[in-house]
């Protein structure tokens, strides 16, 4: 086996990439005493801002996340071209501070004893016997005993090490963070329709102190409009839609993508795990990653964990964490995905509409939970009990919610 360097000697979890997925693991990993190393490339952890932080209320409250990292939403507001909905959902969701938020979890992580190194590139994996048993940072060869993904969309450590051939299809953004005094801060607005998000959506999300989120979010393979410049467009038209945006400045532009395409073919390899994006383990209707990727984080890490205790790296003995993470979510994903396909194939406003009419029936609870693929196949059957007349027009919640997804 090879050992560690002088710099960084007996790394056991060597995670690459500080968002949520990998610090959650690396909070996990090191609490359970093992020596664990996160690589992160950008300058600081959280420097650049790539999601609109929308997120379950639940996530940051079973983390104990403290609440000024959190801005609690009352209402959720859907807008199609000529159609509007209203939901009262309060201690449903939530929008973070992101780069406050990652920046905690790495400081959870550090107090759980993990070492976090920035600008820092992870270049070629360290092979042993075919396995990955490390990675160069740069030209420099960090020996660990298992190395994480959670390196984002690009899934750069997994396409290197031969895991996954990475991804193709992804959901991109563009998005300006305002200073907003008029805003509503308790209501978040999702905006549909070919003028401002053909294939996708759009967004604004208040988050505390007179500032919003306005953001345009398509998918990259099925259409060519360029996000940034309807982004402006949603800007410039904002008080048609009521978004409490008149005299908003921009203080910060934001960009990213996700993967579309579902779940990649295998998490796990010897040595190597891949964990949140990396591995495709997004929310494919509206895009919310973060409370997937920390979920992922810490059945990677519980297993990890396991595997490491019995003196084992190989792929049979973290597989678990794999097996887990589908048994548990890859239904739901998959439902998430379908929606996605569904959504990004419409072009047509009336259409938009009548879906928005549709949602209209629906409670405020089950509307919320499918937007972040939390698929309740009971509160689904029980709505279309009430509603059977619903089930031509909505085919793929009514084959889900007969278990034929």
């Known amino acids: 086996m090879l050992t560690g360097n002088g710099r960084y000697p007996g790394v056991d979890v060597l995670v690459v990439g500080a968002g949520p997925a990998g610090l959650a693991v690396a909070r996990s990993t090191a609490a359970a005493g093992l020596n664990t190393l996160v690589v992160e490339r950008q300058r600081e952890v959280g420097e650049h801002v790539r999601t609109s932080g929308a997120t379950a209320l639940q996530t940051v409250t079973s983390l104990a996340a403290p609440p000024e990292l959190y801005h609690r939403l009352a209402r959720l507001r859907i807008l199609s071209p000529s159609e509007s909905v209203t939901f009262d959902c309060p201690d449903a969701l939530c929008i973070l501070d992101v780069r ?7 400081k959870e992580a550090q107090a759980a004893g993990a070492r976090i190194r920035t600008s820092a590139q992870a270049t070629a994996p360290l092979l042993e016997n075919g396995a990955v048993a490390g990675w160069h940072l740069g030209d420099e060869p960090v020996p660990a005993r298992i190395v994480v993904d959670a390196g984002g969309h690009r899934a750069q450590v997994s396409k290197r090490a031969g895991l996954h051939e990475g991804f193709t299809r992804f959901g991109v953004g563009a998005e300006y963070e305002l200073v907003a005094p008029g805003v509503d801060e308790t209501e978040a607005v999702l905006i549909v329709g070919e003028r401002y998000a053909p294939t996708g959506y759009a967004w604004s999300f208040p988050w505390g102190e007179s500032r919003a989120r306005l953001g345009v979010g398509l998918h990259h393979t099925d259409v060519r409009d360029d996000p940034k410049a309807l982004l402006a467009l949603l800007r410039e038209e904002s008080e048609t839609l009521d978004l409490g945006l008149a005299g908003a400045t921009v203080s910060e532009h934001h960009f990213g993508l996700i993967p579309a395409e579902g779940l990649a073919p295998t998490f796990v ?21 973060i409370r997937i990727s920390l979920l992922a984080g810490e059945m990677a890490a519980e297993t990890i964990v396991e595997a490491l205790g019995r003196g084992r790296t190989d792929r049979a003995a973290l597989l678990p964490y794999e097996e887990r993470f589908r048994s548990e979510l890859s239904r739901e994903l998959r439902i998430g995905e379908r929606i996605n396909r569904r959504l990004a194939a419409n072009r047509d406003d009336a259409r938009w ?42 085919t793929v919640l009514a084959r889900a919610a007969l278990g034929r997804l």
């Open 100 to 106: 406050s938020f990652y920046r905690w979890l790495a």
């Open 269 to 289: 390899a010897n040595g190597l795990v891949a964990v949140g994006d990396a591995a495709g383990q997004a929310s494919l209707v509206v895009g919310e990653g």
């Open 353 to 394: 509409d009548a879906r928005v009419r549709l949602l209209r029936g629906m409670p405020a609870g089950l509307v919320v939970d499918l937007l972040q693929s939390r698929f309740d196949a009971a509160a689904v059957a029980r709505w279309y009990l009430r509603r059977p007349w619903q089930l031509a027009r909505s």
